[in-house]
């Protein structure tokens, strides 16, 4: 009985160590499958936290160009009407340069020496 025992508990050890190779080699195959995946998602020059970057990028650049791109018209709008409408010709002559209307005549209003860096400018 004591031999029966002996080759029992050798069975068991036995068993013990093919289930523990067996964990172990299931646990490095899932760790290898896991470093792949990582890498595929990860790895490489461009991960995919970059595309995140690059398109959260992308999307305030177009914003961006978008803004500028209404600022250029309203711009090129304003130059249309300073190049085509004399009343607003005369009143940026009036304002930003100090000139006055007289009869037929542009009169320049002078200002002194001491005012010269006073004057201010009126914007409706």
Request: proline content about 1%.
């Amino acid at each position: 009985m004591g031999r029966a025992r002996c080759i029992r508990a050798a069975r068991c050890t036995a068993l013990a160590t093919t289930d523990v190779r067996t964990i172990l080699t299931r646990v490095v195959i899932a760790a290898v499958l896991f470093a792949a995946i990582a890498f595929a998602v990860q790895g490489g020059e461009w991960g995919t936290t970059d595309l995140f970057t690059a398109r959260a990028k992308l999307a305030r650049t177009r914003s961006s160009v978008d803004s500028l791109q209404r600022d250029v018209a309203a711009l090129k709008a304003r130059k249309l009407m300073l190049d085509t409408s004399s009343a607003e010709q005369e009143r940026i002559a009036r304002e930003e340069f100090g000139m006055v209307r007289g009869g037929k005549e542009v009169l320049y209003r002078f200002y002194g020496a001491d005012s010269v860096g006073k004057v201010e400018k009126k914007r409706p």
